[in-house]
């Protein structure tokens, strides 16, 4: 199964699996990191790292962060290879889709593919749908 390591700017990443556990209550293989404003980036990417081997037992890593250019997304940049890759733009919908869609395949280009489909499908202007008769 592949290992989910959320990571943010404060307890976004940790609020979002709180949020996620009520959609999906055995959330297996996932896990949280939040930098503060008086965290060492230095340890934050050690703790991220010690975070990325515990979470992959054998199928790889997803890494979901809050925003690209900031440093939790930039520390976690050096982890990258094959076996972990990194999404950002964190959403609950995003983490419900990896969920779901990581008992499907193991595949992490595949997982890429179709969560980004599916979180950018997530995000809708309601007011616009209303309009058109949605």
Same mark, same amino acid.
């Given at each position: 199964m592949v290992g989910i390591v959320l990571i943010s700017h404060g307890d976004l990443a940790? $609020?979002?699996?709180?949020? =996620?556990? +009520? !959609?999906?209550?055995?959330?297996? *293989?996932?896990?949280?990191?939040? @930098?503060?404003?008086?965290?060492?980036?230095?340890?934050?990417?050690?703790?991220?790292?010690?975070?990325?081997?515990?979470?992959?037992?054998?199928? $790889?890593?997803?890494?979901? =962060?809050? +925003? !690209?250019?900031?440093?939790?997304? *930039?520390?976690?940049?050096?982890? @990258?290879?094959?076996?972990?890759?990194?999404?950002?733009?964190?959403s609950l919908p995003m983490l419900y889709s990896l969920v779901n869609i990581r008992e499907e395949t193991s595949d992490l280009e595949t997982l890429a593919k179709d969560v980004m489909a599916e979180a950018k499908d997530a995000m809708v202007d309601v007011n616009q749908l209303m309009k058109n008769g949605g």
């Amino acid at each position: 199964m592949v290992g989910i390591v959320l990571i943010s700017h404060g307890d976004l990443a940790k $609020g979002i699996i709180s949020s =996620a556990s +009520m !959609l999906v209550p055995q959330l297996e *293989n996932v896990m949280s990191l939040t @930098l503060w404003p008086e965290d060492n980036p230095d340890e934050f990417q050690k703790k991220l790292e010690d975070a990325v081997k515990a979470a992959d037992t054998g199928d $790889g890593v997803f890494i979901l =962060a809050d +925003m !690209l250019g900031g440093t939790p997304a *930039n520390r976690a940049m050096y982890c @990258l290879g094959d076996r972990v890759r990194m999404m950002t733009g964190l959403s609950l919908p995003m983490l419900y889709s990896l969920v779901n869609i990581r008992e499907e395949t193991s595949d992490l280009e595949t997982l890429a593919k179709d969560v980004m489909a599916e979180a950018k499908d997530a995000m809708v202007d309601v007011n616009q749908l209303m309009k058109n008769g949605g």
